[in-house]
């Protein structure tokens, strides 16, 4: 039993994004939804909350360092302009269950 001033370890993180065009908006909800992310848009709004996994290291992302996620954001923008986010809000959050 962890005691009362344990801080529990980060199981996922949550990223609160903006991109140009609604179309890319919804292309990025569906992409990060397949692979397993809990997902919410508002036209032009996506936010997610991605799970950690073992390319994560989870102990560094106070420090905002989660491999998997960046890689698959920069992988999907790539050079098209309609595709760079601007992030609005990012934090790990604590593992439910």
Known sequence: MPSAGA???PGAY????QLP???????LAREL?????????QGTVVTTTWHASDADHVHFWREYTFPE???????W???NRDRQAVVL????VAAVG
């Open 7 to 9: 801080v529990a370890s």
């Open 14 to 17: 949550l990223i609160r994004m």
């Open 21 to 27: 065009a609604e179309r890319e908006a919804g292309e």
């Open 33 to 41: 939804a397949a692979l397993g992310a809990d997902v919410e848009r």
């Open 69 to 75: 996620l960046v890689f698959f954001l920069r992988s």
């Open 77 to 79: 923008a790539g050079e």
């Open 89 to 92: 809000e990012e934090r790990p």
